[in-house]
């Protein structure tokens, strides 16, 4: 393998949407035995160039070499045959058919006949390899968000690519999954295997690039080693301008009267006995690895898939909460952790997603929606979370993943909730607005909102929360003070060790 | 210029060869006969679009139809007061929009499903009432107001229509109800985390299918003056066409009911055109049958057209 | 009355549906007539589908009048559910005459053209049951078209009339079913007859596509012996069950000549020659000569019998379904 | 047996669950009709689900990839008819070319719907519900009102319903049975083996996906339509050799028998999962229950839709509960294995 060369090279690539130039006169280029660190602001036209990299889109000007020769790539079969493969940032898998043949159903060369055994072990080798413990009969449909990355990782890999692209794999796993993909990445490369990987966590680009790019608006701002970069410097440069205080350290709230309290919470087989307190003003961390079923307690807090005992003492009133009705009345929003699928009305306007969990309050006589008040409130939210559209009638499913995650936390923060539980609230979120989150999570709990952070970005956690939470296989391990936790005390309990 | 553009010019397309076709087509005569003969495909039309953009349907409709005009001359067969049977039978549709709607939100069937079985099951309802007779027994004053115009030309049956349109509209385009049928139509999922009640709304609109099918058969039988087993046999589908050409997406969550308004008056434009021309009731409905599909095709060519378009006139 | 040729009336001819044979023999025998009496107006033969047929038919009617035709000769299958559009055709001036299945309360309907007498059907029916189950006596059941077919109905309580008759003690009615005149569900229905019944001998089909599927049900299941099938049926369609003895005897008329008749008769009317009143007589070209009558069947309504029943049996099949 | 169905995953107990159902159904008849059990009741519902079991087989490759095919009755008819008249005006047509010919005129026909859904991305509903119409239309005008009559039909045609490949007693196994058990066991392995299969069911689980995963969806959507098109045909040539006389209305309906067949067999209407054998397991229930329904006397005939249409609505829901059982037992026990 000669490191040093460049096996793909984007030249002058620009690709426009109706309404937005997502890639103006971009070139990059991809060096085998690299791993090449993508960075940018949410809507800077990172999926952009993956897609079109993949053959799912086409670039309007501009042209893709492969070891030198001009290539056309008009579909995933033909990436794939040119040794491209990619890992999306929404993972797509087919629901329906169990985990190994995910892995393997888009293998070009599998010949007529399916080879049921040989695919199921040749699974289980790939996982086993990549330290994901899944059973690979089991169908997609009941995995997890993160259990189907994991798939699609291994689906990649399985190919035996010279390209291996990896769009925010990480957004959704916990510490100790994103350590065992970067051996994996870091192993592919030695192998030679050329890697652009796309990240919003600055601390994973800054661990594992070799070389670091960074869009802005649809534009290449630089590459560079990753030994000439900074921190400061990169965020600058994604952004624009000078960005002082990001990641500010943990200053503990103020902490309020009780207003809730979870006993023995409990849904079997899933997860059972689980016991904690809400103050306001509060923000509790909930850790745990990947499928520690925290996802499953929010759920359950919030009558979407009622617990089957234990209680739910909310202001003095103690009931299981049995449906995300009743939920509501009681003060309490859940953000989900997958938004494609559960959170937002993807060909809905941005203004009737904002409204749609609190659309009572703008019901007038008959029953009939005053769209005005509706605007109104649309509009209000658009300047407090800076949502970039260009206007507010837009198609919430052409927004990129950062603005369609701030649409869906207008969402909820328009319920105006006494208990608000975050699953995953910054996931897929740039550093600018990752850092404008936790600023506005904390102001919400200076506001006195209880607030459930569900979150497997460990730094994240420990920056923001006053109690963690951590769990293990639908167990509680245990509260941790916010002040006294650190990354090895948290992983501790989260591994069982 | 939307699909419903493209419904309005088609329409008035239909329209110009017909009134240049038959000289008894712009009668007001033959106008109000042409809704009559179908009105009571197209109020049931209103609520299918309703279901439709909710992702679900309901192929019970016709069979439903069925059951309560057998119910209502079964009833004043053996006696009821005909004003008492109506309501009785518009109760029996609420009853059986509310068995279809347990069997889909609380067993969690797909509608598709449910309503099939139960278009054979209420279709044999109806015949076990009133087995292979005919039956001829309503007062005059139930007849004529099938038959008779209350308003100007129109009768009851069209009236009723209207009023159902303007509810419709207004429901669907302007209130929150109108909101989450959308919403839980492009998904069921995102609608339930977001605190809609889905199982409630979707009773509702099955309840309301049923009740407006019983009412439409009541309707029925005031205008053909009697019932049998068969009433409504195979309406399903034509309502079902009639919903579907107006871009109202199978999927769900996608289309208008001014599509379905459009389509509804190019459906019956274009068979009374095609009768007064004397074409026989197969070609009717194979023209039907193209016309449906080639509507269907017609946004994926605009959309062909525009994207050559696109590329070589693109700043 | 002798018809004056050469008047002009535009008439409609209205099967059930399209796409059965017996209606377009009917459509051949007033075609016919249509050219024999010089009509400058046109004769129209428009029908419903299978699947819409009366919804469609009332349809087909209240178009007619809006077009301002000037005679429609319906075959009804929308029952009394016709009567309305019928009787809106009526205060038109529209001549409406039915033939092969009429409107059961007579409203709306001038003139009934009757293929056959419909009492005469269920005796003949029951004739032929008697005829074919032999003097031993034994067990036969119905299998008619649709629950809601008006001839048929009819039909079938002449029949279960006359079998009161000690001349038919002997043979017993078990069992009505329903094929909805589709073969497949005709066929079964067929076989279940016999599983139901293990005595049973004789299936009375007064469908065409009835008798066609129970002797076919029959044939293949090797029950000829055991069980055979009469009824209504085409010559053309029955003789390979009536050599084989599945289906001995069954019966029919000419829907060639119902057509012809029922065209005279309409022309006649829609042109001021008869008024259509009980005891008008009238000649109908090659067929001679037919009087107006009251139909004794339905209570309101006006008849002209055609006649005769033709009954076919090995003898005569042959020759018949050329 | 226990053992056994602890060790089968969930999503293959259906068929077992199907098997059970239809086993009590026939108890339950057996208890209701007297001389129910009988090696006629096996002939009878052998050869009729053979019809309509073909025709679920080919609806089942449609809905997999989550479309629907609601033309096929209308083939049906169309290729009954029109088999049959080639067949009536020259009867040295071989067997094997007329069996050819019916699965010929239906892919056409499935061809059409399939180029129409797949290459003109008409949603498969719509193009279907127009061609019903315009395929039966085809079959009006072309009948000319003019039947299939069986005299004109060649001898082998009305012999073959009566073929029997193996005979006990008075229980026969009929070619046609062996017929459709060939395109049963066909098509089962086909579609778990075969790569083209598996992307049948990988489409109709996420269309999305496999765009991306850069499968040639659309050839694929063809193919299955133009299969179930072929399989409708054979289904017409069934048809044509088992009722021999054709008229317009034949295969009316038949649409939404499939579909009922293919539901009540568990495959997902909205595509991704379900079986052959679950589809023919569907087609073989609903055809048992409305034969027993139709032989038990204490049902008059007027009862018998309205329970038929209870029973297709309890027999699914029974088969999703059971289904669920089935899912928490095997979560649980997962649950307690892997702790
Ligand atoms: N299918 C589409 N139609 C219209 N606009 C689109 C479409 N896909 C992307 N865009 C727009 O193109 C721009 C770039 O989007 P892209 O998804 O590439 O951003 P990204 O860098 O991946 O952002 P994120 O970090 O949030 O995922 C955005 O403004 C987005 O709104
Ligand atoms: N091992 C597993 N097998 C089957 N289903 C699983 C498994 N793990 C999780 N699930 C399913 O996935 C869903 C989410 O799991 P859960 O959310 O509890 O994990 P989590 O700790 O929230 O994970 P994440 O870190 O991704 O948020 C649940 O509905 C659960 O049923
Ligand atoms: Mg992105
Ligand atoms: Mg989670």
């Known amino acids: 393998m000669d490191s040093g060369s460049a096996v793909l090279d984007v030249q002058n690539l620009s690709k426009r949407f109706d309404m937005t130039q997502a890639l103006e006169d971009v070139s990059v280029d991809l060096k085998a035995g690299e791993i090449h660190a993508l960075v940018g602001e949410n809507g800077a036209g990172k999926s952009t160039l993956i897609k079109i990299l993949t053959g799912i889109q086409q670039a309007d000007q501009g042209e893709v070499l492969l070891q030198g020769k001009p290539v056309k790539i008009s579909n995933a079969q033909e990436a794939q045959s040119y040794g491209i493969a990619a890992i999306f940032q929404e993972p797509m898998v087919f629901p329906d058919l169990d985990v190994a043949e995910n892995i393997f159903i888009s293998h070009r060369d599998r010949g007529f006949f399916v080879r049921w055994k040989k695919i199921y072990q040749d699974a289980e080798t790939i996982l086993e390899d990549l330290g994901i413990q899944l059973d690979v009969r089991s169908p997609a449909s009941g995995l997890t968000l993160a259990a189907q990355q994991a798939v699609e990782i291994a689906k990649a890999i399985s190919l035996n690519v010279k390209v291996l692209i990896m769009d925010e794999p990480t957004a959704s796993l916990s510490s100790h999954e994103v350590s065992q993909l970067f051996s994996v990445a870091r192993r592919l490369r030695d192998e030679g295997v050329a890697v652009l990987f796309i990240s919003h966590r600055l601390e994973e680009v800054f661990e594992i690039a070799d070389r670091i790019t960074v869009f802005r608006d649809g534009h290449k701002i630089s590459t560079n080693p990753v030994s000439e970069v900074t921190r400061e410097s990169l965020i600058q440069e994604m952004v624009g301008r000078e960005v002082s205080k990001f990641y500010k350290s943990h200053e503990k709230t103020v902490q309020g009267r009780r207003i809730g309290s979870i006993k023995n919470l409990t849904k079997q087989p899933i997860f059972s006995e689980i016991n904690f307190d809400l103050h306001e003003g509060e923000i509790l961390g909930f850790a745990g690895l990947v499928g520690s079923r925290r996802t499953d307690v929010g759920l359950a807090i919030f009558g979407v898939t009622p617990a089957d005992s234990g209680s739910i003492e909310i202001e003095g009133k103690t009931e299981l909460i049995h449906s995300p009705q009743e939920a509501q009345k009681l003060g309490i929003a859940y953000m989900t952790e997958d938004r494609r699928k559960l959170g937002l009305a993807m060909p809905m306007s941005i203004t009737e997603n904002i409204t749609l969990a609190s659309l009572k309050k703008y019901l007038g006589l008959l029953g009939i929606v005053e769209s005005s008040r509706e605007e109104q409130t649309a509009g209000e939210f658009k300047e407090r979370l800076d949502i970039k559209t260009p206007s507010l009638t837009h198609e919430v499913g052409k927004l990129s993943g950062g603005n369609q995650q701030k649409v869906m936390f207008s969402k909820w923060l328009n319920t105006q909730p006494k208990i608000f539980i975050l699953d995953e609230p910054t996931r897929g979120i740039d550093v600018g607005a990752k850092a404008e989150v936790h600023q506005m999570i904390r102001e919400l709990a200076k506001q006195g909102i209880a607030i459930l952070c569900i979150s497997s970005d460990l730094p994240e956690v420990l920056v923001l929360s006053d109690r963690i939470l951590v769990m293990r296989e639908g167990r509680q391990m245990g509260i941790l003070e916010g002040a006294s936790a650190n990354q090895e005390s948290v992983m501790a309990l989260a591994m069982g060790q | 210029m939307g699909w419903e553009g493209f419904l309005l010019v088609v329409l008035l397309l239909i329209i110009c060869v017909n009134s240049f076709n038959s000289l008894a087509f712009l009668t007001v005569e033959n106008q109000v006969n042409l809704f009559v003969l179908s009105v009571e495909k197209i109020i049931i039309a209103l609520i299918m679009t309703f279901i439709i953009l909710n992702a679900e349907i309901d192929l019970s409709v016709a069979s439903m139809m069925g059951l309560a005009a057998c119910a209502l001359g079964w009833m004043v067969e053996s006696g009821t007061s005909t004003s008492t049977a109506i309501g009785l039978c518009l109760i029996i549709g609420l009853v059986g929009g509310a068995f279809n709607a347990y069997w889909i939100t609380i067993v969690k069937l797909p509608s598709l499903v449910v309503t099939l079985a139960m278009l054979i099951g209420f279709r044999g309802l109806g015949r076990v009432l009133i087995e292979d007779r005919s039956i001829r027994v309503f007062p005059p004053w139930f007849e004529n107001l099938g038959q008779q115009p209350i308003l100007g030309p129109l009768p009851l049956s069209i009236l009723i229509f209207l009023v159902l349109l303007v509810i419709a509209v207004v429901i669907l385009q302007y209130t929150g109800f109108g909101r989450y049928v959308y919403v839980i139509g492009i998904s069921q999922e995102v609608a339930t985390y977001s605190g809609v009640r889905v199982a409630r709304v979707k009773t509702i609109l099955f309840m309301v299918s049923g009740l407006i099918s019983a009412l439409a058969g009541i309707l029925f039988s005031a205008r053909l003056g009697s019932v049998r087993g068969d009433m409504g046999l195979g309406f399903e589908l034509d309502i079902i066409t009639m919903v579907l050409l107006g871009g109202v997406s199978i999927f769900g969550g996608a289309g208008s009911i001014y599509g379905v308004i459009l389509s509804i008056l190019i459906v019956l434009y274009l068979r009374n055109g095609m009768s007064l021309s004397n074409v026989t009731g197969h070609i009717q409905t194979g023209v039907i049958g193209v016309i449906l599909i080639l509507s269907a095709m017609i946004p994926n060519i605009k959309s062909w057209l525009e994207s050559i378009f696109d590329k070589k006139y693109a700043p | ?322 | 047996m226990v053992k056994y169905l602890s060790q089968v995953r969930p999503e293959k107990q259906r068929e077992l669950v199907l098997l059970l159902l239809i086993l009590l159904v026939v108890i339950f008849f057996a208890m209701m009709i007297p001389n129910y059990l009988n090696a006629r009741l096996f002939n009878r519902v052998s050869t009729s689900v053979a019809i309509m079991a073909v025709l679920a087989i080919g609806q089942t490759l449609v809905v997999l990839t989550r479309n629907i095919d609601l033309s096929v009755g209308s083939i049906v008819g169309f290729t009954a008819y029109f088999v049959g008249q080639q067949l009536s005006h020259n009867n040295e047509i071989e067997p094997m070319v007329a069996v050819l010919m019916a699965i010929g005129v239906g892919a056409l026909m499935g061809g059409f719907n399939g180029i129409l859904v797949a290459y003109c991305r008409v949603p498969a509903i719509i193009v279907t519900l127009g061609t019903m119409a315009l395929f039966r239309t085809l079959l009006v005008e072309y009948s000319d009102a003019q039947t299939v009559l069986t005299v004109n039909l060649p001898q082998w045609l009305l012999d073959f319903p009566r073929l029997n490949v193996l005979s006990h007693g008075r229980l026969h196994l009929r070619f046609v049975v062996v017929i459709m058990l060939a395109v049963v066991v066909l098509f089962q392995l086909f579609l778990r083996f075969s790569s083209f299969g598996r992307k049948l069911y990988a489409i109709g689980s996420n269309p999305e996906a496999a765009n991306n995963a850069g499968f040639p969806t659309q050839r694929i959507v063809l193919i299955s339509f133009l299969l179930c098109g072929a399989l409708a045909g054979l289904t017409g040539f069934l048809f044509l050799a088992r009722f021999g006389n054709i008229t317009v209305v034949a295969g009316i309906g038949f649409e939404l028998k499939s579909v009922a067949a293919v539901v009540v067999g568990g495959v997902n209407i909205f595509g991704g999962s379900g079986s052959i054998l679950g589809a023919t397991l569907g087609a073989i229930l609903i055809d048992l229950l409305e034969n027993s329904l139709i032989r038990w006397l204490q049902i008059s005939e007027f009862w018998r839709d309205a329970l038929l249409g209870l029973l297709i609505l309890t027999s699914v829901a029974t088969d999703s509960i059971f289904m669920k059982r089935i899912r928490l037992y095997w979560a649980k026990r997962h649950a307690a294995s892997t702790s």
């Open chain 3, 1 to 322: 009355t002798i018809a004056k040729k050469g008047m002009r009336a535009d008439l409609v001819l209205m099967p059930k549906f399209l796409g059965i044979l017996v209606f377009d023999q009917a459509n051949n025998g007033a075609q016919e007539a249509h050219k024999e009496l010089g009509n400058p107006g046109k004769l129209e033969f428009l029908g419903p589908t299978p699947e819409n047929s009366v919804a469609g038919q009332i349809e087909i009617l209240t178009t007619a009048t809006t077009q301002g035709q000037d005679g429609i000769m319906i075959s009804n299958n929308a029952g009394d559910q016709i009567a309305p559009a019928a009787k809106a055709a009526r205060a038109k001036g529209m001549t409406v005459v039915t033939w092969d299945s009429p409107i059961p309360s007579a409203d709306g309907e001038q003139l009934f053209i009757a293929q056959v007498d419909f009492n005469e059907t269920g005796m003949v029916m029951a004739d032929m049951a008697l005829n074919i189950i032999g003097p031993g006596g034994g067990e036969f059941a119905v299998l008619s078209a649709t629950p809601d077919a008006a001839n048929q109905n009819a039909w079938n309580a002449s029949m279960k009339e006359h079998l009161k008759d000690p001349k038919y003690s002997k043979i017993k009615l078990v069992d009505l079913v329903y094929g909805d005149d589709q073969s497949e569900k005709s066929y079964n229905q067929a076989l279940a007859l016999v599983d139901k019944y293990p005595n049973l001998k004789l299936i009375m089909a007064p469908t065409t596509v009835g008798i066609a599927a129970a002797a076919k049900a029959m044939q293949d299941e090797g029950l000829c012996d055991q069980v055979k099938v009469s009824g209504l049926g085409l010559p053309a369609e029955m003789v390979s069950y009536t050599l084989n003895g599945c289906a001995p005897e069954f019966a029919l008329w000419s829907f060639v000549d119902l057509g012809y008749l029922s065209y005279y008769a309409t022309y006649m009317m829609a042109t001021g020659q008869i008024e259509g009143v009980a005891g008008e007589t009238f000649k109908a070209g090659r067929m001679g000569y037919y009087t107006i009558e009251k139909d004794p069947t339905r209570d309101k309504g006006l008849r002209v019998k055609m006649g005769p029943f033709s009954v076919y049996n090995k003898d005569n099949v042959e020759a018949a379904s050329k």
